[in-house]
């Protein structure tokens, strides 16, 4: 069996490629790939050492050979010639009066495709737009609608906790969050803190987020009252990773009380939800 590699493209893009003519190859340089209908080049990312079962459909391709002198000369003259690209085609899109945003041109390595990203809020008619470019570069043309995620994706760049974006890095696919992801972590919901660069939630809240549910679960509600060997108090905070609530009883004095040492009788419902979620597991216990 060929080895396996992950093969880096511009605009952080990454996919998987066999090494099927068993060419001697060094990480972090330049490989000339299969692509559709032609050739591609990118930078060797990794050496995958888990086998990996692919579908027919999505069999990795190969990798043709290492990139010549030659190749990454070409390479350079393709970035040179999208820099190029970039005016002249936001005065193209400006003439036809297209409501959608350029993100990114990208040439395939033997320029037989030319593809344009951009977003936009609503289906955009570019067949015209098409038609100017594919007379300009002589090349096939595809116009590619990419999200705001994607479009950070392709840009790069840092979150807010200094590092970068997972996006850019390692996420392969996008998860979908929603605000209950930070509620239950305890999390700010202010926008400008749960927001990642490209205006949409971080990736970040889902990764922690099953683990607060499955340890909140055994804990009572922030509020509700809860009887301690030392006296009746009310939950005032539950920290997961430690696994222990603190709870502050009448007289003021607080108390650690570990998820291990939880008892349900011990409890004493006090909202709606308590009572309806005591009543679901005892329902599944049955």
């Given at each position: 069996m060929p080895e396996l590699y992950t093969v880096a493209f511009k605009g952080n893009r990454r996919e998987y490629y066999y090494n099927t003519f068993y060419h001697s190859l060094n990480p972090k340089e330049h490989v000339i790939v299969q692509a559709d209908r032609g050739e591609d080049i990118g930078l060797l990312d990794k050496k995958i050492l888990t086998p990996i079962d692919f579908s027919d459909k999505d069999k990795p391709r190969s990798i043709l050979r290492p990139a010549s002198e030659e190749d990454r000369r070409k390479l350079e003259l393709n970035r040179s010639d999208e820099e190029?690209?970039?005016?002249?085609?936001?005065?193209?899109?400006?003439?036809?009066?297209?409501?959608?945003?350029?993100?990114?041109i990208e040439y395939q390595f033997d320029r037989?495709?030319?593809?344009?990203?951009?977003?936009?809020?609503?289906?955009?008619?570019?067949?015209?737009?098409?038609?100017?470019?594919?007379?300009?570069?002589?090349?096939?043309?595809?116009?590619?609608?990419?999200?705001?995620?994607?479009?950070?994706?392709?840009?790069?760049?840092?979150g807010v906790c200094g590092q970068q974006q997972c996006c850019t890095s390692f996420l392969k696919t996008f998860d979908p969050i929603s605000t209950a992801d930070a509620r239950v972590q305890g999390l700010s919901l202010n926008p400008s803190k749960i927001s990642g660069n490209c205006g949409r939630l971080?990736?970040?809240?889902?990764?922690?987020?099953?683990?607060?549910?499955?340890?909140?679960?055994?804990?009572p509600e922030v509020g509700?009252?809860?009887?301690?060997?030392?006296?009746?108090?009310?939950?005032?905070?539950?920290?997961?990773?430690?696994?222990?609530?603190?709870?502050?009883?009448?007289?003021?004095?607080?108390?650690?009380?570990y998820g291990r040492d939880i008892k349900r009788k011990e409890r004493k419902q006090t909202s709606f939800f308590s009572k309806w979620r005591e009543a679901l597991s005892i329902d599944k216990s049955e």
């Open positions: 190029k690209a970039w005016q002249q085609t936001l005065e193209l899109i400006k003439k036809h009066n297209l409501e959608m945003k350029l993100v990114d037989n495709k030319m593809t344009f990203y951009f977003t936009a809020e609503h289906r955009v008619d570019f067949r015209a737009l098409v038609r100017d470019l594919a007379s300009e570069y002589k090349t096939r043309i595809e116009l590619r609608q990419i999200g705001v995620r994607d479009e950070a994706k392709r840009i790069g760049g840092y971080l990736c970040c809240l889902k990764y922690e987020s099953e683990h607060y549910s499955e340890t909140r679960k055994k804990y509700e009252k809860y009887i301690t060997p030392s006296g009746p108090g009310s939950v005032d905070r539950i920290n997961v990773f430690e696994d222990f609530m603190v709870v502050k009883l009448d007289s003021g004095e607080e108390v650690k009380v």
